[in-house]
């Protein structure tokens, strides 16, 4: 969601390729987010790049939803387990535990800056970091620095 807010959605396409996303997602994005920048970037890149997969295991959806976890957050879990996927982008700190706890490669939304500087897709990670904490993302300050000097800045 932050991604889309501040105009860089397009990052994660040029940094994974296609991209995979559950039904729940979907729904939570473009029809409960109507109108939001989200909503109008996934809907610019279905099909193009980024793709509705349903997930086999909703026994599993259901047990992480019935532990707390919103069906987006639930489904992308399974969907990127039974993908084996290269990582999953995923900022709640509860979705987080469970996705570590499914042994999924999670990257936060900082993360994606970092990784788009190291790849020379950005100039500066700074700027962007600031953004998002702006835009009310939540980053401990020492996260905040860890991320800056892992670039260079």
Do not use: C
């Not at 500087?117 to 500066?124: D, E, P, S, V, Y």
């Amino acid at each position: 969601m932050y991604l889309a807010a501040l105009g860089d959605f397009g990052l994660i396409h040029r940094l994974f390729g296609k991209i995979a996303i559950p039904q729940a997602v979907f729904e939570e994005v473009v029809v409960g987010g109507a109108g939001l920048p989200v909503a109008k970037s996934v809907q610019a890149a279905i099909a193009s790049w980024l793709f509705v997969v349903a997930i086999a295991d909703t026994s599993e959806a259901d047990r992480l939803r019935k532990g707390g976890l919103h069906s987006g957050e639930s489904e992308a879990i399974v969907l990127a387990t039974e993908l084996s996927s290269e990582a999953l982008l995923m900022d709640d700190g509860d979705g987080i535990r469970s996705a570590v706890a499914a042994a999924a490669n999670v990257i936060r939304t900082p993360g994606i800056y970092r990784m788009a500087k190291q790849r020379g897709l950005l100039a500066a990670v700074r700027p962007k970091i600031d953004a998002l904490r702006s835009a009310g993302f939540w980053l401990r300050d020492e996260h905040y620095r860890m991320i800056l000097e892992s670039v260079g800045e």
